[in-house]
């Protein structure tokens, strides 16, 4: 059985259902991410486009930049997906908005060159400069 992950905003008036991640999530920590969320990092998963199901209502969607695409909450503003027009089969799922959001555990530290200067993670993960390399 694929495992299905589940998440909602603050308010819980937008909920989702989603596959498992593709890959591992990250903590990312692009200027774009920290505006959007209104904090000094994110941490996304990204799961298949296909699989991301609204069970209640459907969240705003925001072109944040070139080609880029962030959904939130109307009622609470709770950030909740990030997307790419070049990544168009995948969608990055903010990993705070899951229920059981503890169960993803990123695995390193993207977008470091534009972290604050007081933002510097000590727990020995993995941090990019830009986006994490591709094997």
């Not at 992950?5 to 920590?29: D, E, K, N, S, W």
Request: charge should be neutral.
């Amino acid at each position: 059985m694929e495992l299905t992950l589940i998440g909602r905003c603050l308010c819980g008036h937008v909920q989702y259902r989603c596959g498992a991640p593709l890959a591992p999530a990250t903590f990312c920590h692009c200027e774009s991410c920290r505006r959007a969320a209104g904090a000094h990092v994110v941490a996304w998963v990204t799961v298949s486009a296909d699989t991301l199901v609204f069970t209640a209502a459907k969240p705003v969607e925001f072109n944040s930049s070139r080609r880029v695409f962030r959904s939130f909450c109307a009622r609470c503003g709770t950030g909740l997906t990030y997307r790419r027009e070049e990544r168009a089969a995948e969608v990055d799922i903010s990993v705070s908005s899951l229920e059981r959001p503890a169960d993803i555990v990123p695995i390193d530290h993207i977008y470091m060159e534009d972290a604050l200067p007081w933002d510097r993670p000590g727990e020995g993960l993995p941090q990019y400069p830009k986006t994490r390399p591709v094997d």
